[in-house]
């Protein structure tokens, strides 16, 4: 089993920056694909960023790529995701999520099976 904890979120304004975190642990040697979710209210999981966890491959949500980036401490078994030139509609909570499936980067929520509890990010105009 794996264990996932977010932190990170908070109140920002449009065009600043955050960083959020989320620290596996347990069974880590078991993940192949890492990602971040995020859930507006009244709105469906989506898919925002995912990369193997042994590191290299990167897939991004088309409205996020280039403002966020993902990248994992191997040392502390910890994502990151770094989110730059924030937006309203960027408000959700942040969840990660983790697959022992390798290669793929999926992006379909029931393709993860360990959960974190999400981390609130509401960004203000």
């Known amino acids: 089993q794996v264990q996932l904890v977010e932190s990170g979120g908070g109140l920002v304004q449009a065009g600043e920056s955050l960083r959020l975190s989320c620290v596996a642990s347990?069974?880590?040697?078991?993940?192949?694909?890492i990602a971040w979710f995020r859930q507006a209210p009244g709105k469906e999981r989506d898919f925002v960023a995912a990369m193997a966890w042994g590191g290299g491959l990167r897939s991004y949500e088309p409205s996020v790529r280039g403002r966020f980036t993902t990248s994992k401490d191997n040392t502390k078994n910890i994502l990151y995701l770094d989110m730059n030139n924030l937006k309203p509609e960027d408000t959700a909570v942040y969840s990660c999520?983790?697959?022992?499936?390798?290669?793929?980067?999926?992006?379909?929520?029931?393709?993860?099976?360990?959960w974190g509890q999400g981390t609130q990010v509401t960004v203000s105009s």
């Open positions: 347990g069974h880590t040697d078991s993940i192949g694909t």
């Open positions: 999520a983790s697959t022992i499936q390798r290669g793929i980067l999926s992006a379909r929520v029931d393709d993860y099976d360990n």
